[in-house]
Each structure stands twice: as structure tokens, then as C-alpha cells.
């Protein structure tokens, strides 16, 4: 999708659009069926949408070959160059935790670890209960709340995990970590990537040796592995570049924040497909545009756990059918990468993508399936151009060109 | 593929890739069966692979319409952009003969021909046997030597054809050509395309007119014929772009010369499809990546042979299966181009892509021809795709982003 092509024939309506982004969707055959766990699962709803009605294809984030992390692969789906517009972790985090970044400030992802003789013994502090992270955080921010004239702002995600946003002018993101990655070995020392982050890795360094100081008499989180330096990316919002008021309904932080970071807004939802539906029938005539997260399809592939993903894969269906009970002009179903079973991890094969909508040239596929996407009029396409395709089948574009 | 995005998430490890490139793989129909040369052959080991646990797509190497070269496709299917780096023919020529080009060689194809009375009446002077064409490279070796300062570097290559090698600063390779590409013509004047190529025209046109007077009494070798100026394109090799210890087996000197500028190793090997497989087997613990040239698909497609052609598949069908025999993490076949035989030569059709490794999705194919392969999930790609997939394959990609 071209920036430029779009500006000039975008409109405004009424109708709703829902893109449900099911994280991690695709899979691997399991080695006795034959079958993925998207094939294996029972799926009514998305095999009768694929049947009647549904275009299909698979949406390739970044490119061939390329296994994305959920920030860019989310970035292309909502039609941002993900290269260019690269999200460092720090910022994900803080935004998930609603901290309102301001442009300079310098965000981080911390852990707090154990330290043990010099050697970082466990890198999450035995996952520390979340009320004893907002202990310690309160007593640093006590403690600590400035460094050479920069102020220290700590918040508490989860378990032993943290943000750090340093705020004060002229910092850089271009830092080394401290965290060794493997137990057993001594934190490294944060250096800066080029001369301008000198100030910025001595101030990281300071802020390390006071946690320390201040968490001597701590048994287990007594030290913070500090990761993701990064600095807001300037992004146009959803509704400056898609004339779109925009919402996002996600339970996991990380996804509120990418929403955010496009200027949308975030929902207050529960923990499950349920809730999430809820919140949609709730606030549905609220906005043109809903993005819907479903976090536990990518959780259960990571997991390597076959089974629990088909079954999150069928409530997916159950919910797909609720939303089609609200009809919307465009309802697409896609991933932002997949996350096989087979291999616990995200991986690089593309996106089973289906869009149903009353002006879809429908591909009467046999299901919804990686195997049967393949087949769809979409062909195999970059994730940027999924936008384009939900705006254009809600009929918001204007034609280009006389 | 971008560059930039595989330097920041590229690994090493132990894991074989091999490629074969089956060169003019694909065609067209014959007009009595309906059926191309690849869907003629039978191909029981590559239908296999395409039945159960193949992954396949189309390949294009330059752009739809786009009938490419050998250097070019090549140059795609190794993972570099076969526009912004074209390569001379001339440097082809001398590559393929093991010359070691330093920077500034100005390198030149050439014929020797026949002139008789001012006109060109065999532009390869009857194919005159190879050891004709050493003596005459021999002699004008010692009589000449230097023009104006240029070192001048001739090297017989096969029946006709040499390489002259200009080597000294400050030359280009902008320079019309003198083969007046048909017979019954004048040989054409050497021109500078642009005004610093000036002095290289000189200098070519003062060598053509001392082989002239060297070669007065040759009955047929009297003339020679320059073509495909050239000087070496810095290409960063395999090594430093894949972090990949990269092999080469190629009968034909121009593939050698191909895989010789992208930095791999050139393996010695004979000239049938069973001592290729027999070299891969002797060198198959030494390196990471095989490129594996098979020359005949296209030859016997130049020459309209479709029945050649289809037995040529038929040997590669069996190759194939020895070099699974191996068990490469990935193996993949393609080709640079189409050469169907009812065309007698290259054409712009897309070129089937197979690949098999256990990690990608089987795409569960009838068969392996161009017909089937463009249902394979890789769709119609890029052919600068293709390094990314066999990397991705062979679990050398990190996850690019949080």
C-alpha cells in the first residue's frame, strides 16, 4: 500500500470493520494426522465463512523467510512499514502498562534477577509475585527518582518484570544490554552503540548500581537486567491515516501498547474470547474500527501444546460467530505471525488471511485453513496491504486516477 | 529480502542446504499432448517431494514478462539484485575460465571470426578445434602485449572464443560492440557510450587493428570479434551476506565463473549429472550451502529438443534422489530460468520452486511441474526470496523484533 495513493481517495462511513488477529495462528502438520492445529480444530463458523462469502490468502509481515516479533508483524497489519517504523521492547512495554511516553523519554524493559557472588543465578527472581515487585518498586522510586539531572520513573509490569523510563532532553536508545541471557554468568556492562549514547549508558550504569546498593538486603530480586533501551517511533495515527475512529480490545499489555502507539483507543476488556466479545457488543457503535486480539493461540504454540491451541483455535470460531451476529460491513480473521507447535516458537510461514464482506469476490474455499488459504484470490501478500483491502471492502475508498 | 534485515538476525550452524538449479527447467506444452517438458519426464522422486513434505511456489527472477540471462537469474537466485548489479559478459567469460580479475580489468568476450574483402562471413571462424585457437592466442600473446600503457591479456576459452583482458587505470567498459552480429556485414566501429570511455575505445579499437595485421595469413581465425565489455561488480559473498561456507558444482564455465563472484568455492567435478552427485557426496561434510548446476535442460531447450530435454529431467529426477540419500536439512530445485524447446530458447516464464525441509508446511501437490508448483503456498515470489527461505529452513533466522 502506497501512503500517498491512499491519502488522496480515502473516505469516511459508517460501517464497521473488525479485524480479529489471532497471534500465531498458523502451524505445522502434526506428524500422525498430517494436520496443523488450525486443520485440526473444529471450525464451523470460519469453514462456512471460507465456503460462502469469504476471500482468502496469506499475509507475509516482513518477507520470506522472516520470523517477525509480534511489534512489527502487528505494525504491518495495521499498515505501517515495519522496517522503517522498527518498535524497541522498551517502548512496548511501558506503552502496555498505559505509561504516557513523552517523545524524548528513554524506556526499558527490566527484570529484577538474582545475584549471587557476581553471577546471575536466576534471570527472573524465581518470577516473584507481582505485589512484591510493587514493594520493591515503591521503595526505589522512594529512593531513586533522579540520576545527573534525569528523572527515573519505575513502574511494575508483572511478576519480576519492570519499566524504566529515563526523561530528561538528549538521550539515546543505542545501548548495549546487561542481561548475560544464560544463569550462571556475571551481568555485562551497558555500553553505547556510537558516541552520542555515551551519557545515556553511564546514567543506565548508575541507575544499575543504585538498584543494587538500594536491594542489597533483597533475597532474591537484588538486581535489574535492564533490556530494549528504545525511544517512541513517530507513527501517523489510525485516524489521520485511514479516517478511521479505531479501538483495540487485547488482554496482554504488549498488544494495548502497539495499539496505542496508532492511536487507538484501548478498551477495558477481561481475560477471555468472552469478555473480549463483550466489550465489542458494548462499545460497537462507538467506532468504525475494531482490532480484537486473541492472545492464547500464539501462548499455547509456544508452549509446543498442540492440543490446548486447537481448543483455543475453537473458541476463536465461537467468538468469529458472535461478531458476524453484530454484522459488520468487513469482519477479516488473520495472524500476526504463526507459531507452530512443532516449533514452540514463532516461526516464518504466512497467514491464513479471511475477509468476509458482502463486496468480497467470495473463493468458496473448502475451509479455513493455512492449505485452503493458500488458494484465495489474495494470493500469497505483504500484511500491508490488509488495510487497504478491509477500507476498500467497506467502501471507503474512492477510485484513483480519472 | 532486505539486506539490512538479515545482517541483525542471521546465525550459523551445521545444517546442509542444497540448491539445484536445473537451468531452462521450465517450458511450454507440446502441442500434441498438452503437456510440458517437466510434466512429460518422469519425475517420480520430485513428485514424491511435492506429494509429501514439498513446500512450492513460481519463482520470477527479474519481473513478469522478463525473459533474463544466466548472470542475472543467477544473480537473483543467490539473493542479490539482479539489476542494480549486472555483470558483463565479459567478466562471465573470463570467471569461467578461472582468471583472477583484480578491480579495474576491463574484461571482453570475443570470437575470433573470418573477414574476407571487408565483410564478416563466419562470425566463429568454422569453430576452429580449441588447440587452433591456443596456438593463435600464444602467438598474438607474445607479439602483443601492451597498447598505450594497457597490459593486454588474451586467454583462449573454447573452439572460437577468448577472452582479452585490458588491464591498467582508468578504463570503462561503456563501449559499443564490433560484431556485426550477422554474417555478409562489416565488422561495426568500437564507440565510447560516453565521453570518459573514450580512451578504452581507443585502446580496443588499436587491439583489433594489430590482431588484424598479427593474424594477416590465418586462412579463417582473422578477425576479432568483441563483445560484452565489462569490468567486475563487488558483490559481497556468500560468506559475509549468509554467514554461509558455499560450494559450487557446475559444468559449464559460466556457472563456475557465477558462483566464483558471489565468493564460493568452485568444485572440481566432471561433466555428467552422476560425477556431480559424486562430488557433492566427496565435499558434502566441508561446506554448509551446494549450488548444483545442471547444464542440459537448457541446452536441449535451445535446441527445440523437447524429447532431450525430457530425458535430462528424467536424470535429474534420479539426482535428486541420491542427493536426498544425503539428508540435507534443506533441499531445494528450481531453475534460473524457462527454456521451453517450442520456444528453441530463454523465456520469461515463472520457474518451479520446490523445497523440502522438515520444517516446511507440504503442500501436498500432485505432482512437481509449473502447473502445480503456482498452487504451492510460496505463491508467485521473487526469486531474491529464495536465500531467505533456505536460511529460514535450515533454522539459521532469528526472530526479527520484539
Same mark, same amino acid.
Given at each position: 500500500m502506497r501512503e500517498d495513493i491512499l491519502k488522496s481517495i480515502i473516505t469516511e462511513n459508517d460501517e464497521k470493520i473488525v479485524l480479529v488477529i489471532a497471534d500465531g495462528l498458523g502451524g505445522l502438520p502434526d506428524s500422525a494426522t498430517g494436520r496443523t492445529e488450525l486443520e485440526t480444530a473444529r471450525t464451523p463458523v470460519l469453514d462456512s465463512l471460507a465456503r460462502n462469502g469469504g476471500a482468502a490468502g496469506l499475509s507475509v509481515a516482513i518477507g520470506y523467510g522472516i520470523t517477525p516479533g509480534s511489534g512489527p508483524s502487528h505494525l504491518a497489519l495495521f499498515g505501517y512499514d515495519p522496517v522503517e517504523n522498527l518498535i524497541g521492547r522498551g517502548v512496548l512495554e511501558a506503552s502496555g502498562i498505559d505509561f504516557p511516553l513523552e517523545p524524548e523519554d528513554l524506556a526499558v524493559r527490566g527484570n529484577f534477577a538474582t545475584l549471587r557472588d557476581g553471577l546471575i543465578t536466576d534471570r527472573r527472581a524465581g518470577r516473584i509475585p507481582t505485589e512484591e515487585n510493587q514493594r520493591i518498586v515503591e521503595r526505589l522510586g522512594r529512593e531513586l527518582k533522579e540520576i545527573e539531572g534525569v528523572q527515573v520513573i519505575l513502574r511494575t509490569v508483572k511478576e519480576h518484570r519492570f519499566v524504566v523510563v529515563f526523561r530528561g532532553p538528549g538521550l539515546e536508545a543505542g545501548l548495549t544490554e546487561n542481561?548475560?541471557?544464560?544463569?550462571?554468568q556475571a551481568p555485562l556492562e551497558i555500553k553505547?552503540?556510537?558516541?552520542?549514547?555515551a551519557r545515556s549508558a553511564r546514567i543506565a550504569g548508575l541507575f544499575v548500581d543504585r538498584v543494587v546498593e538500594l536491594l542489597a538486603s533483597e533475597k532474591s530480586a537484588n538486581y535489574p537486567l535492564l533490556r530494549g533501551f528504545a525511544r517512541k517511533p513517530a507513527l501517523p495515527s489510525f485516524r489521520d491515516r485511514y479516517r478511521l475512529k479505531s479501538a483495540a480490545i487485547a488482554t496482554y499489555p504488549m498488544y494495548r501498547g502497539l495499539a496505542r502507539l496508532v492511536g487507538m483507543d484501548v478498551l477495558a476488556t477481561g481475560d477471555t474470547l468472552a469478555s473480549e466479545a463483550e466489550t465489542l457488543k458494548k462499545h460497537y457503535r462507538d467506532y468504525d474500527f475494531f482490532y480484537l486480539h486473541v492472545k492464547k493461540t500464539d501462548s499455547y504454540g509456544e508452549d509446543g501444546n498442540f492440543a490446548a491451541k486447537v481448543r483455543v483455535i475453537e473458541e476463536l470460531d465461537a467468538l468469529v460467530g458472535e461478531i458476524l451476529g453484530m454484522k459488520p460491513a468487513v469482519l477479516a480473521v488473520t495472524a500476526d505471525h504463526s507459531t507452530p507447535a512443532r516449533l514452540a516458537g514463532h516461526s516464518w510461514h504466512p497467514n491464513p488471511f479471511l475477509l468476509a464482506s458482502e463486496w468480497a469476490l467470495p473463493d468458496?474455499?473448502?475451509?479455513?485453513s493455512e492449505r485452503e488459504c493458500r488458494?484465495?484470490? /489474495?494470493?500469497? /501478500?505483504?500484511?500491508?496491504?490488509i488495510m487497504p483491502l478491509l477500507l476498500a471492502h467497506s467502501r471507503r475508498l474512492k477510485k484513483f486516477g480519472a
Open positions: 542481561d548475560p541471557e544464560r544463569e550462571g553505547p552503540l556510537h558516541p552520542a549514547a468458496q474455499l473448502a475451509a479455513f488458494r484465495g484470490s /489474495f494470493g500469497v /501478500f505483504p500484511a500491508t496491504e
